[in-house]
């Protein structure tokens, strides 16, 4: 008896569950890489000295990825690998907006605000644990999505700022451990945390899809942190 053959919905519908699959997959990849670089670039700061030179050698290590992510969106060179690694849709002009704000962000937090400043920490870890963590959770559990935009859900803000608060307060304490940082009691503490739900905020709203959150989320950061610090 010959095998039923499968009808053209059934396979149409399969294909899309498969295709859907391996952008989540490509997505979630795309966003572990967004986590971990800033994260462990700073977690590397006490390896350097602490005054303008240490942190103007250090930024080199982030500034030299500015470079490249120009000369990869201008098409100037071409690596496949990259592009798809930190791309949405695989297009090298991607690479020119989110990429390039991420890079230049976190470039400028260690230029600007080095080790001794919590300012630095705030804008580190909503960009990369806060903002990554928002998108890994929004397309896994992210069922019921914001009423003023629905690109984003509830769940996703929140992940954001748990995630981007914990970060904090964990690098607070790892910076704290160096002497760095003098003060790293509750009062702190609540300032990460209105900055990491501020951060959140401003990352649901359209006007973070319009631009770009990796620009609106360095921005709110940095500039709520030099009121609170």
């Known amino acids: ?4 053959q499968e009808s053209p919905a059934l396979s149409r519908s399969r294909a899309s569950v498969s295709g859907e699959r391996l952008a989540n997959a490509a997505s979630s990849t795309r966003k572990l ?3 971990n670089i800033g994260l462990v670039f700073i977690l590397c700061w006490p390896l350097f000295s ?3 030179q240490g942190a103007l050698f250090a930024s080199l290590i982030i500034g030299v990825n500015i470079i490249r992510m120009l000369l990869l969106g201008l098409g100037v060179y071409q690596d496949e690998g ?4 930190m791309s949405r849709h695989g297009d090298r002009r991607e ?4 990429p390039l704000y991420y890079a230049i962000a976190v470039t400028l937090a260690c230029i600007f605000y080095w080790k001794t400043s919590p300012i630095a920490i705030a804008v580190v870890c909503n960009l990369c644990a806060g903002d990554g963590v928002a998108d890994i959770v929004g397309r896994r559990l992210g069922t019921k999505k914001l009423p003023y935009n629905r690109n984003k859900t509830i769940a996703g803000s929140i992940g954001m700022a748990i995630a981007g608060f914990l970060a904090s307060v964990a690098y607070m304490y790892y910076f704290a451990s160096f002497g760095y940082i003098e003060s790293s009691g509750w009062d702190m503490i609540l300032r990460f ?3 990491s739900i501020a951060s959140a905020l401003v990352e649901s709203l359209p006007i973070s899809t319009a631009i770009d959150d990796n620009l609106t989320v360095s921005l709110t950061s940095a500039l709520l942190g030099t009121l609170l610090f």
């Open 193 to 195: 945390f209105i900055i």
């Open 82 to 85: 990259t592009i798809k690694s």
């Open 33 to 35: 890489v967004h986590i």
């Open 1 to 4: 008896m010959s095998a039923r």
């Open 95 to 98: 690479l020119l907006k989110g």
């Open 50 to 52: 602490s005054g303008l």
